[in-house]
């Protein structure tokens, strides 16, 4: 089902969290909203799904206008970061539970083939006896995302699915939910403020700041070319230094790169971890270390320029540095913004 | 070792052998005076005369119909504050509206008023020299020293009870479940029913019994509006007080022993509940991994 939201806005007292946003989602596709808090996502995610109203813009599935169509005969299936289970029910019950108000009556045979169905598919045959408290957050979670599968929805919804989860439950689920879905085709929407989740998960990210669409696009449009220093910041670590821009280049001490489209006057470099390089000689832009932090897949280190500016750039991990010592850095990439 | 592990245990606040022994006697010593004595000078003097007269007081037509006249209180105005009670903790707890903290301080206003002080407003608004005194009078329609009189203010005194217990409890649960059913296409009736009510059923049982309890032994309003009229407006705790000012202290003891029983009755009950209720919590304890 395709979805697309026209010029939506939504006002809670006097606080305005969704701006006029408008987005078309292609069937099938698996959309993030990806933003910090208070950007609005959550609460598009619950208009998509009928839980607020619009107070302005219009919603459509498909060619139906689903505006002020009710959440409960909207067709979608709600995923809640807390996952929402009736504690009182069982696994197999919560999953039921939509079969069983449905208006489509199904007999009980029917509907108890398809929770086994359900439960195979999100990978927890045999716990359909136990309750919600006695299964754990991983588990819980696929529970909710079972019982949102059942009522066979037209789209589906996710508020930030892997929250209140661990590191390492988190990018298994992830795996997996991607894996669900190209089982299933099913439209997705789902919110999180985790861009790595985002850009891991999604065919296409929707970047969110104050209730408006800053950016959008698969995650290597978004990565390889943000339009924004907020949309730079937010995908990742970035090092500012401050440049000057003069006829498409923008000049940091020693250093110069492409900055075709800036307008000249002061400007901002931001460059990745990754993209900073290290020498003992310049030219570059001189840095003394103030700290090497060890990880396990690289070497970090924490500088500061002659100007003042904080630096963080990775090394190879034999690569002998410490704090104290001085040397230039080089810019392997860098995007320019205007301030 | 235990006997190091309990020597090195840090002081606490209190911790001195003599304020431990004294804090303690004197708890157990008012329990006995205030509370334990009374009640057991209840048992003690209803059979004081011995088993017959006990017999006779109970079974008077008064005190039977005052018996039954406080069931009848409890059978109507319990159910109508149960259902207000739920109304209004749903309200409060899943809706936005203006004027929502508002309404959560009326609806505790008859816990801090004085039950005689609603009696006798009752007096001003139903009385004959009240607002709808002489219309209901012309219509003869007799809510004052009568039953629908004592039901009213039985109601007003047990209003917040139901409502009390739940607003807490549906405010921790917040609005996900009934969002989750909504969404899964469960109607708003079917929403309560399956998902609300299952979920808050303890507290609800438990509000059920306190209201009860106090529509049973509610004096102070009642005593206001009803008139005491022997054999007709006159509830248990009403007839009490009569028996007494008869001289007829071993009548009063065998009426008040009927209360005391449902007391009883209803502290068993209340204790059973709350150990249900804490064994569901335990067990469905919602360890919910919060969000870093």
Redesign the interface.
Same mark, same amino acid.
């Given at each position: 089902m395709k979805i697309h939201l026209e010029n939506v806005v939504k006002t809670f007292e006097s606080f305005q969290a969704v701006k006029g946003v408008s987005l078309d989602i292609e069937s099938g596709e698996l959309v993030a909203l990806l933003g910090p808090s208070g950007s609005g996502k959550t609460t598009i995610l619950r208009m998509v799904a009928g839980l607020e109203y619009a107070d302005g813009g219009a919603i459509y599935f498909g060619d139906q206008d689903a505006t002020d169509i009710p959440v409960r005969d909207r067709g979608v299936g709600f995923v809640f970061q807390h996952y929402a289970l009736f504690p009182h029910m069982t696994v197999a019950d919560n999953i039921a539970f939509g079969m069983k108000v449905s208006k489509v009556k199904r007999d009980k045979a029917a509907i108890d083939s398809r929770v086994t169905d359900l439960l195979r598919l999100v990978r927890l045959e045999g716990l359909g006896d136990r309750f919600p408290a006695q299964i754990s957050g991983g588990q819980r979670q696929r529970v909710a995302l079972a019982r949102a599968l059942a009522v066979d929805p037209k789209v589906l919804l996710l508020d930030e699915p892997f929250g209140a989860l661990d590191a390492n439950v988190r990018r298994d689920l992830r795996r997996w939910l991607r894996e669900i879905h190209s089982e299933l085709g099913i439209t997705t929407l789902f919110v999180t403020h985790d861009q790595e989740e985002a850009l891991d998960l999604a065919d296409r990210v929707v970047i969110l700041k104050d209730g408006q669409i800053v950016q959008q696009g698969t995650p290597e449009e978004v990565c390889r070319d943000p339009k924004s220093a907020f949309v730079m910041k937010f995908l990742g670590d970035a090092n500012v230094i401050a440049a000057d821009v003069r006829d498409g280049r923008a000049y940091a001490g020693e250093l110069s790169v492409e900055a075709a489209g800036v307008a000249d006057g002061r400007a901002e470099l931001y460059a990745r971890p990754s993209d900073i390089d290290w020498s003992e000689q310049g030219p570059g832009i001189a840095a003394e270390i103030t700290r090497v932090l060890d990880r396990a897949d690289g070497r970090r280190v924490l500088a500061t320029t002659g100007a003042g500016e904080a630096l963080e750039f990775d090394v190879e991990p034999e690569r002998v540095v410490k704090a104290g010592e001085t040397g230039f850095v080089t810019l392997r990439r860098a995007k320019v913004f205007g301030v | 070792m235990s006997n190091l592990s309990t020597r090195r245990k840090p002081p606490r606040v209190g911790d001195a052998p003599l304020f431990r022994r004294s804090l303690i006697g004197i708890v157990l010593v008012l329990v006995a005076f205030v509370i334990v004595a009374p009640l057991v000078i209840i048992g003690v003097e209803a059979f004081s005369k011995g088993w017959q007269l006990y017999r006779d007081t109970v079974i008077h037509p008064d005190t039977l119909h005052a018996v039954m006249l406080t069931v009848l209180a409890a059978l109507i105005a319990v159910p109508i504050n149960t259902i207000f009670g739920i109304a209004a903790a749903w309200a409060i707890t899943k809706f936005d509206f203006w004027g929502k903290r508002f309404l959560l301080v009326v609806i505790e206003i008859p816990f801090s008023v004085s039950p005689i002080v609603a009696g006798v407003a009752y007096l001003f608004v139903y009385g004959l020299q009240g607002l709808f005194g002489p219309w209901l009078d012309a219509h003869d329609i007799k809510i004052l020293f009568a039953v629908p009189g004592i039901i009213i203010a039985s109601m007003f005194v047990t209003a917040p009870f139901v409502a009390r217990e739940l607003i807490p409890l549906m405010q921790a649960q917040g609005r996900?479940?009934e969002?989750? =059913?909504? =969404?899964?296409? %469960? =109607?708003g009736w079917?929403t309560f029913f399956?998902?609300t009510l299952?979920?808050v059923k303890w507290a609800l049982l438990y509000g059920v019994i306190l209201c009860n309890a106090r529509v049973m032994g509610e004096f102070g309003a009642v005593s206001v509006v009803s008139g005491n009229i022997r054999g007709q407006t006159n509830t248990l705790p009403l007839h009490i007080e009569l028996l007494y000012h008869d001289y007829n202290a071993t009548g009063a003891f065998a009426a008040a022993s009927i209360l005391a029983l449902i007391a009883v009755f209803t502290i068993i009950a209340k204790v059973a509940l709350e150990r249900q209720g804490a064994g569901r919590v335990r #067990?469905? %304890?919602?360890?919910?991994? #919060?969000?870093?």
């Amino acid at each position: 089902m395709k979805i697309h939201l026209e010029n939506v806005v939504k006002t809670f007292e006097s606080f305005q969290a969704v701006k006029g946003v408008s987005l078309d989602i292609e069937s099938g596709e698996l959309v993030a909203l990806l933003g910090p808090s208070g950007s609005g996502k959550t609460t598009i995610l619950r208009m998509v799904a009928g839980l607020e109203y619009a107070d302005g813009g219009a919603i459509y599935f498909g060619d139906q206008d689903a505006t002020d169509i009710p959440v409960r005969d909207r067709g979608v299936g709600f995923v809640f970061q807390h996952y929402a289970l009736f504690p009182h029910m069982t696994v197999a019950d919560n999953i039921a539970f939509g079969m069983k108000v449905s208006k489509v009556k199904r007999d009980k045979a029917a509907i108890d083939s398809r929770v086994t169905d359900l439960l195979r598919l999100v990978r927890l045959e045999g716990l359909g006896d136990r309750f919600p408290a006695q299964i754990s957050g991983g588990q819980r979670q696929r529970v909710a995302l079972a019982r949102a599968l059942a009522v066979d929805p037209k789209v589906l919804l996710l508020d930030e699915p892997f929250g209140a989860l661990d590191a390492n439950v988190r990018r298994d689920l992830r795996r997996w939910l991607r894996e669900i879905h190209s089982e299933l085709g099913i439209t997705t929407l789902f919110v999180t403020h985790d861009q790595e989740e985002a850009l891991d998960l999604a065919d296409r990210v929707v970047i969110l700041k104050d209730g408006q669409i800053v950016q959008q696009g698969t995650p290597e449009e978004v990565c390889r070319d943000p339009k924004s220093a907020f949309v730079m910041k937010f995908l990742g670590d970035a090092n500012v230094i401050a440049a000057d821009v003069r006829d498409g280049r923008a000049y940091a001490g020693e250093l110069s790169v492409e900055a075709a489209g800036v307008a000249d006057g002061r400007a901002e470099l931001y460059a990745r971890p990754s993209d900073i390089d290290w020498s003992e000689q310049g030219p570059g832009i001189a840095a003394e270390i103030t700290r090497v932090l060890d990880r396990a897949d690289g070497r970090r280190v924490l500088a500061t320029t002659g100007a003042g500016e904080a630096l963080e750039f990775d090394v190879e991990p034999e690569r002998v540095v410490k704090a104290g010592e001085t040397g230039f850095v080089t810019l392997r990439r860098a995007k320019v913004f205007g301030v | 070792m235990s006997n190091l592990s309990t020597r090195r245990k840090p002081p606490r606040v209190g911790d001195a052998p003599l304020f431990r022994r004294s804090l303690i006697g004197i708890v157990l010593v008012l329990v006995a005076f205030v509370i334990v004595a009374p009640l057991v000078i209840i048992g003690v003097e209803a059979f004081s005369k011995g088993w017959q007269l006990y017999r006779d007081t109970v079974i008077h037509p008064d005190t039977l119909h005052a018996v039954m006249l406080t069931v009848l209180a409890a059978l109507i105005a319990v159910p109508i504050n149960t259902i207000f009670g739920i109304a209004a903790a749903w309200a409060i707890t899943k809706f936005d509206f203006w004027g929502k903290r508002f309404l959560l301080v009326v609806i505790e206003i008859p816990f801090s008023v004085s039950p005689i002080v609603a009696g006798v407003a009752y007096l001003f608004v139903y009385g004959l020299q009240g607002l709808f005194g002489p219309w209901l009078d012309a219509h003869d329609i007799k809510i004052l020293f009568a039953v629908p009189g004592i039901i009213i203010a039985s109601m007003f005194v047990t209003a917040p009870f139901v409502a009390r217990e739940l607003i807490p409890l549906m405010q921790a649960q917040g609005r996900d479940l009934e969002e989750a =059913s909504t =969404s899964l296409g %469960a =109607s708003g009736w079917r929403t309560f029913f399956a998902v609300t009510l299952p979920n808050v059923k303890w507290a609800l049982l438990y509000g059920v019994i306190l209201c009860n309890a106090r529509v049973m032994g509610e004096f102070g309003a009642v005593s206001v509006v009803s008139g005491n009229i022997r054999g007709q407006t006159n509830t248990l705790p009403l007839h009490i007080e009569l028996l007494y000012h008869d001289y007829n202290a071993t009548g009063a003891f065998a009426a008040a022993s009927i209360l005391a029983l449902i007391a009883v009755f209803t502290i068993i009950a209340k204790v059973a509940l709350e150990r249900q209720g804490a064994g569901r919590v335990r #067990k469905q %304890a919602n360890p919910a991994e #919060k969000t870093s």
